[in-house]
């Protein structure tokens, strides 16, 4: 089935359900995001949930008691097929025989073209069937073409072509495997108690065990985080502390914003010719190239304090357009557009791009107050956003001896080696078939609509949400994930709050507020759900708030 699946439908042109990723929109529902094992994953999916083929199943609660794949076949799962393939009773076209026969040949040596006897025997050989179960489970449809000629299309053609990758060289394929380190999930689920072995020897307590884990998806998941909340809640802190477990000190910056920053030339600096053609560089661009001549296999980790204190589209655009897709290996940020590098005052060359990698991670953090406006949407919707709160007295005592422990700045970055590709854990998780994850958003996605009248979980807030996902259950060791599984549960409600209701306009972030009870949540986002419903029925005057609106 897996190779059959790969070998006709990984990509058949012009036809909705033959195409991979990105060929196809990203809302179809039929969309191919790999080739590898894609025929287990038709199988399970389809087998599993509400087409015809439950019925070959015993019955299961977790799939409202329709057929489930994982209950095993019914004692009379045979005669049921024949039933559905009753062409008196169905709609569904039986496939054709001499199709059917090609495909399941497709290897055969044929010494010269097969007649029609030829090809239908060698199936049922293939098949271990006899003639009769054959032709009940077929039409009588001839093929129509010789079974022996060119293809049109083969994996190796489509390679070849003008939409495979472009080539390597050695020394290039080298290098980029040199630079990725392996991280295995063993690794994965190792971190958790590493960062709260490192928090502890820096005197930093967190809520709970839950947000410790979910401050490591998001580090581990998206490449730009905004760290959100009211002063005190320990937003820098934790971005310290994020940036000096994941980076050595020499890969690590803090780049400190102002206001009235309209352009990235006002925050990095900028080429003058009445300065002798130097490049006039600015402290945060001299941080940055600190850390980009350093050793570069490991990524870099970049806070930017009080971000919105400027507009971060304006200022920060090289991260906004460079950090648009699902992950980045580089980030290049524009410098001058003179030839080759130019010296700074300190004779220091400035390169025409710098470029921070591999998979560089940056940390905002941001106050919404009357002086420092709420970031963009187009910004909100690249991001994870981390909406702290402001710690219990009783994690306030556990830190209170902070003095007496090392700063955190003096970390040394034990898990330097354990960050990487923000999509690893979704590929792993993309490897086994499932959808499980897929289908806990497309609950809340649904409750969403009710409400509001329509989607408002697009396909970006959607993938960056699987990735999370992917990543929470790594961490907390779920590999095999399940439908009611408290954490899936939880990562898809964390889901919500790090990537759909940000980017809610006021009056979609009030109805969402109204269905999704804080009672009824998991994860972080019944504590937070709490604290927001207070502060919005707190406010009796002027129109309801957004989500960020909830933060001032």
């Known amino acids: 089935m897996n190779q059959s699946v790969e070998d006709l439908f990984a990509l058949i042109p012009e036809h909705p359900k033959g195409r991979i990723n990105p060929f196809i929109d990203l809302s179809s529902k039929v969309r191919w995001l790999k080739v590898k094992d894609s025929g287990r994953s038709t199988v399970w999916n389809t087998g599993t949930r509400d087409q015809s083929q439950t019925a070959l199943f015993n ?152 947000e410790m884990v979910d401050l490591l998806a998001a580090a581990l998941s998206s490449q730009l985080i905004i760290m959100a909340g009211p002063s005190g809640s320990g937003k820098s802190l934790m971005a310290s502390a994020l940036a000096a477990f994941f980076a050595p000190p020499d890969r690590r910056a803090r780049l400190d914003s102002s206001r009235l920053l309209a352009k990235r030339e006002e925050f990095f600096g900028y080429f003058s010719h009445l300065a002798d053609k130097t490049f006039q560089v600015l402290e945060p661009l001299q941080l940055l190239l600190d850390v980009a001549v350093a050793d570069g296999t490991t990524s870099p980790m970049v806070a930017v304090e009080e971000a919105n204190l400027s507009p ?42 710098l470029e921070l990698g591999p998979y560089p991670r940056f940390f905002a953090t941001i106050n919404v107050d009357a ?64 959808d499980v994850f897929q289908q806990a958003l497309k609950e809340r996605a649904v409750i969403l609509r009710s409400v509001l009248g329509s989607d408002v979980i697009a396909h970006r807030p959607l993938q960056r949400s699987l990735i999370y996902m992917s990543w929470y259950a790594e961490l907390l060791g779920v590999t095999e994930p399940e439908l009611g599984n408290p954490v899936v549960e939880a990562a898809a409600d964390n889901a919500l709050l790090h990537f759909v209701l940000p980017a809610l306009s006021a009056k979609e972030f009030g109805s969402a507020l109204s269905v999704f009870k804080s009672e009824q949540r998991s994860g972080l986002l019944a504590p937070r759900l709490a604290r927001l419903e207070q502060v919005t029925r707190a406010q009796q005057f002027g129109p309801p708030p957004d989500f960020w609106g909830a933060l001032t």
């Open 312 to 353: 971060i589209e304006g200022y920060l655009s090289p991260l906004v357009h460079g950090l648009g897709g699902l992950e980045a290996k580089t980030l290049a940020i524009p410098l001058h557009n003179q030839v080759g590098s130019v010296k700074q005052q300190s004779e220091q060359e400035v390169p025409r791009v």
């Open 59 to 210: 019955p299961s609660s977790t799939n409202n008691g329709r057929g489930y794949f994982g209950e095993g076949l019914l004692p009379d799962a045979a005669e049921i097929a024949v039933q559905h393939l009753d062409q008196d009773t169905t709609e569904d076209p039986l496939p054709g025989r001499d199709a059917l026969a090609v495909l399941v040949t497709r290897n055969h040596e044929w010494d010269a073209e097969p007649s029609r006897d030829e090809l239908h025997a060698a199936a049922r050989d293939f098949l271990g069937m006899t003639p009769d179960e054959f032709n009940t489970i077929t039409a009588d449809v001839e093929l129509a073409v010789p079974v022996l000629g060119s293809p049109e299309w083969s994996p190796s053609l489509l390679m070849a072509s003008e939409l495979g990758p472009p080539e390597t060289t050695l020394t290039e394929r080298g290098s980029q495997v040199a630079q990725e380190p392996d991280i295995t999930v063993e690794d994965v689920e190792q971190l958790p108690e590493q960062f709260r072995s490192f928090l502890n020897h820096h005197g930093i307590a967190t809520e709970s065990d839950e």
């Open 371 to 434: 002086d420092s406006p709420a970031p963009a949407r187009k910004v909100v919707s690249r991001a994870c956003v981390i909406l702290m709160e402001a710690p219990s007295f009783d994690t306030a005592l556990a830190a209170a001896d902070t003095l007496v422990h090392p700063p955190v700045e003096e970390g040394t970055g034990p898990a330097a080696a354990l960050i990487g590709r923000p999509t690893l854990a979704f590929d792993r998780y993309s490897e086994t078939g499932s």
